[in-house]
């Protein structure tokens, strides 16, 4: 997967190869803010903070009563996707599914959080 001559540099607590770093903490930071914005659109409060020291940071979107309600990783396995998910213009149903909801949940919950606005 990498050279393994290449030097590795740490990125958010992820090791990643010099070469690929600005280009992966950029994808991150764009993926966190996409992700923050579908979180938005059903969940009452989102925050981006450490998972735990295995999955590092992710963002985080919370029911109305505080319990989560979906996550994504900012991870170098889970950005990537979440890219392609971009370009296809489909990342909504990409953290649905990560996250074990539907779309007609997704509209219960947008018209719920849009009426107690």
């Not at 050279?3 to 990643?16: L, R, S, W």
């Not at 213009?89 to 996250?99: F, H, V």
């Amino acid at each position: 997967m990498f050279n393994n001559t290449e030097k590795m540099v740490d990125v958010a607590g992820f090791q990643i190869p010099e070469s690929k770093a600005a280009e992966f903490a950029a994808s991150r930071e764009r993926m966190a803010t996409a992700a923050t914005e579908i979180l938005k659109t059903f969940c009452p409060k989102v925050e981006r903070r450490v998972l735990d020291e295995v999955l590092g940071e992710g963002v985080i979107g919370y029911q109305p009563n505080g319990e989560e309600e979906a996550r994504i990783t900012l991870d170098p396995f889970e950005v990537p996707v979440m890219e392609v998910a971009v370009d296809r213009g489909k990342l909504l149903e990409y953290i649905l599914a990560a996250n074990g909801l539907t779309k007609e949940y997704y509209e219960h919950r947008k018209q719920a959080l849009a009426g107690a606005e």
